[in-house]
């Protein structure tokens, strides 16, 4: 519900804590009605006074967010019109805890990994050595020696076919996205196929450059061919090295299939290799930019392997598309900011990225390894789906876990976040299974323990009667 600010000043701290308050109850993640911790309680959970508390509480209701009465505590108002949202992506509300205790959620990688001394000591030679004419107007590809940097790391570490001179950098695989829907757009283009289940994003970010998506299922190879063909597209994103959010790898044949149907229709691929660095059980599987540059746009960036704040990715273009896409960034942007490219650039050369991704490598297959422990332990009958890879696995807990809108209430109701597969796009299971999709990067395997075997106890608490 709130994060604590012990360290900001009284006063920083009382305004962080009624904003978060009002912010908790519009958006729904207080509910009506709900009863809020004591200030005593809330106090010692914040690490704040007592007093402090209170007043948030007196505040808030005066502006009617909540209601009190003598001896009855404090309570949240029923007439605040919370944001709609649906149930299974509710924030957790854990009455008596300050948010959520934990959020399986994937996408995000562990923030503390990032390596702030090896950072800053690179900030620290770039300040030395940058002249003044690199603080100029950028070239709206990016920074030469980034680019040099990242064509010599890509070609090297995902057998990509890197041109430096075809390579932009990014505000992230988002902006890449953007960039290449705006051109698609011009050219003609109306729609672009993503795989189903697939990631969200993809279809807002189209949808942001005036262009429509069409779902495109899957089988256990990769995106199905056939579909693809009857749909008429122009042009469609996948994630091949490992599949978002299904896990599976794309397999060669399908790979050389999917890359004929665009030679065959004049089709552009968007590759989003979003983690393709992580797998755990063999080496990663190469690009499938590197099969055939001029049909492929290879995006990625830095934000699983350092952090998502950085904003740093690239994208890669045919030639046919290059110019196109960077006059769109000169008119977006004009470039990223110079610091943050020659400090990335530093990075690369001198070694320190991939320190860095032998790092998370390690650091991430245990997490991984933990997850399916417990879910094994504490769910018994759950299979794990996909390639040992990424920052989340496919967990499809037998029926007996179900109904999955109870389960998700009750995770919720116990400060758990989760995410079914179902907002992926994708329908419900047809075996009665309970399919999940479940982050784990950015927790500790202690914590991924406790945290699967609270949604356990969640589960039994509710009084399932399908055991």
């Known amino acids: 519900m709130l994060l604590p600010a012990a360290a900001a000043p009284a006063r920083g701290r009382g305004r962080a804590l009624r904003s978060a308050l009002r912010e908790a109850v519009r958006s729904g ?3 009506g009605g709900t009863r809020l911790p004591s200030s005593r309680e809330l106090a010692a959970d914040l690490g704040v006074s007592r007093g402090l508390v209170t ?12 209601r009190s009465g003598r001896g009855a505590g404090t309570w949240v108002s029923e007439g605040v019109r919370a944001a709609e949202r649906p149930v299974r992506d509710r924030a957790p509300r854990a009455a008596g805890a ?20 090896a950072w800053s000591a690179a900030q620290r030679a770039v300040w030395g050595r940058l002249p003044h004419s690199a603080l100029g107007y950028p070239d709206p590809r990016g920074l030469p020696e980034l680019r040099e940097a990242l064509a010599g790391l890509l070609a090297r570490r995902r057998g990509v076919v890197a041109d430096p001179e075809r390579l932009v950098v990014c505000s992230g695989v988002a902006q890449a996205t953007t960039l290449l829907g705006f051109v698609l757009r011009d050219a ?25 998506t069409v779902p495109l299922p899957l089988d256990d190879d990769g995106l199905a061919l056939a579909p693809l063909v009857r749909s008429g597209v122009r042009a469609v994103v996948t994630t091949p090295a490992h599949q978002f959010p299904t896990g599976i790898g794309y397999s060669a044949q399908r790979r050389g299939e999917l890359l004929g149907w665009a030679r065959d229709t004049d089709a552009v691929i968007m590759e989003d290799d ?58 977006m942007d004009l470039g990223n900011p110079v610091l943050d490219q020659a400090v990335l650039a530093d990075f690369v050369v001198r070694g320190g990225y991939d320190r860095q991704l032998r790092r998370c490598q390690r650091a991430y ?82 914590d991924i323990a406790r945290g699967v075997a609270a949604l356990a106890e969640a589960w039994r608490s509710g009084g399932s009667g399908r055991r």
């Open 29 to 31: 993640r207080l509910a």
């Open 55 to 66: 007043e948030a509480y007196e505040q808030l209701t005066a502006e009617s967010y909540l």
């Open 98 to 117: 300050a948010g959520a205790r934990v959020d399986f959620r994937p996408g995000t990688p562990d923030l503390s990994l990032f390596p702030r001394g």
């Open 188 to 212: 003609g283009v109306t729609s672009v196929g993503v795989e189903d289940p697939g990631s969200p994003e993809h279809a807002s970010l189209f949808a942001a450059t005036g262009l429509g």
């Open 274 to 331: 979003y983690d393709g660095d992580f797998r755990y059980d063999r080496e990663p599987v190469g690009a499938l930019q590197g099969l055939d540059p001029e049909r492929v746009v290879y995006t990625g960036s830095v934000s699983k392997s350092l952090a998502p704040g950085l904003r740093l990715g690239w994208l890669i273009a045919p030639a046919a598309l290059t110019e196109r896409i960077v006059a769109r960034k000169r008119t």
């Open 365 to 446: 297959r245990e997490r991984r390894d933990a997850m399916v422990a417990a879910l094994d332990e504490h769910f018994p009958g759950t299979t794990v789906s996909g390639i040992a890879a990424g920052l989340h696995i496919i967990a499809r807990l037998p029926a007996r876990y179900g109904p999955e809108d109870a389960l998700l209430e009750r995770a919720a109701g116990a400060g758990i976040a989760l995410r079914p597969l179902r907002d992926c796009g994708t329908a419900g299971s047809e075996d009665g299974s309970v399919p999940l999709v479940l982050g784990y990067a950015h927790l500790a395997p202690g």
